[in-house]
């Protein structure tokens, strides 16, 4: 039995590859996609903490832009306990308690005649800024409470107004003091605390 002959190879030609517009396209889009990783990283990134600063937020009006408000917890506000005096509002002082983990506010004056109010309950905020938000269960405005952690004798308070275009404007800081642990010079120009 005779085997067929096998028909002998043709040799091949080696092909070079040709680069066509789309090749170029995509091999670019590749360098560029290796070159954008560390800032598609660091998006990622931004947008995680982002998120994270947004988890159980609560929306709340004259907020700024990326400002996110949680409830306080009674630990974020209770070394507001005190007696407190604004130097630039003489005869002026409010007072803080926690009742049953709830902040109350009260506040005495001598003007226009001397006055005490009845405690007014609050709710408590806490800013991804790092400031704290007093909204009053009455009609006073919401103060919103500038502070340094550790610095407990001392901060500083201010209104926000909402307008009718949907812009929010923030009232001047005022200096608030412990009226127990601060004491100020006689021309109302320099203070000392004692924390």
């Not at 043709?10 to 517009?21: A, C, E, F, M, Q």
């Not at 506000?77 to 005190?82: P, R, S, T, V, Y």
């Not at 502070?147 to 308070?157: F, H, L, M, S």
Request: hydrophobic letters at 35%.
């Amino acid at each position: 039995m005779t085997q067929d002959p096998q028909p002998a190879p043709t040799p091949s030609k080696k092909k070079r590859p040709k680069w066509t517009l789309w090749a170029a396209v995509g091999g670019l889009g590749t360098v560029a996609a290796a070159l954008s990783a560390p800032s598609a990283v660091q998006e990622f990134v931004r947008w995680s903490g982002e998120t994270a600063a947004r988890a159980g937020s609560v929306d709340l009006p004259s907020s700024f832009p990326n400002e996110y408000w949680k409830v306080a917890r009674p630990a974020d506000f209770a070394w507001l306990e005190d007696d407190w005096c604004y130097p630039t509002l003489p005869g002026f002082t409010t007072s803080f308690r926690v009742i049953d983990g709830a902040l109350q506010r009260q506040n005495r004056g001598q003007q226009p005649s001397p006055f005490v109010t009845e405690w007014v309950d609050t709710k408590v905020y806490v800013s991804s800024l790092g400031m704290i938000r007093i909204w009053h269960q009455n009609d006073w405005p919401g103060s919103y409470v500038h502070y340094t952690p550790g610095k407990t004798a001392e901060w500083r308070e201010n209104e926000r107004y909402g307008h009718d275009d949907g812009s929010i404007s923030a009232g001047d800081k005022r200096l608030v003091l412990s009226c127990s642990r601060c004491t100020v010079s006689a021309d109302g120009f320099t203070y000392a605390c004692a924390d």
